[in-house]
């Protein structure tokens, strides 16, 4: 059985079942790498997401640790412009991509990458929220971990 709502899903397996089932989902996901994946805590449309969030996460950066980790995030459908997206660095190893007052930034990068990423339309991203603050000016900003392009 499988039910849930718009926003929910859930499916219900009898408990003398759940061997077989699992067997299925072993071979058919036996092919697939899971070392690049993240539990993410919440997503949100890059139109959608405001700067303050950033702010309001930040301010719990002391507290992180184990059994209360830093909170990762699904931005999706981040929009890629020329006017929009810098590599970065003596050694041109960091992306920048500014929207709606927030800087997606990715460090330990490389111009292949800066070059794909610029071809896209849209990327959405994993990553952790921080707060960069130079010079007494502070710029909300998310440092991405993982993205994938459209």
């Not at 909170?71 to 920048?96: T, W």
Request: net charge negative.
């Amino acid at each position: 059985m499988a039910a849930g709502h718009q926003e929910a899903f859930g499916v219900k397996i009898h408990k003398d079942n759940v061997s077989k089932v699992n067997k299925v989902f072993n071979k058919l996901l036996v092919d697939y790498d899971i070392s690049n994946s993240y539990n993410v805590d919440f997503e949100i449309k890059a139109n959608a997401f405001k700067d303050d969030l950033i702010y309001i996460i930040s301010e719990l950066n002391d507290e992180w640790g184990k059994g209360f980790e830093e909170p990762y995030i699904l931005v999706k459908d981040i929009p890629i412009k020329l006017s929009n997206i810098e590599l970065k660095g003596q050694k041109e190893n960091v992306i920048l991509i500014k929207h709606n007052n927030i800087t997606y930034i990715m460090f330990k990068t490389d111009k292949d990458t800066f070059d794909k990423i610029n071809s896209s339309n849209t990327m959405s991203i994993v990553g952790r929220a921080n707060l960069n603050i130079y010079n007494e000016v502070k710029n909300p900003q998310i440092i991405i971990d993982s993205f994938y392009l459209k």
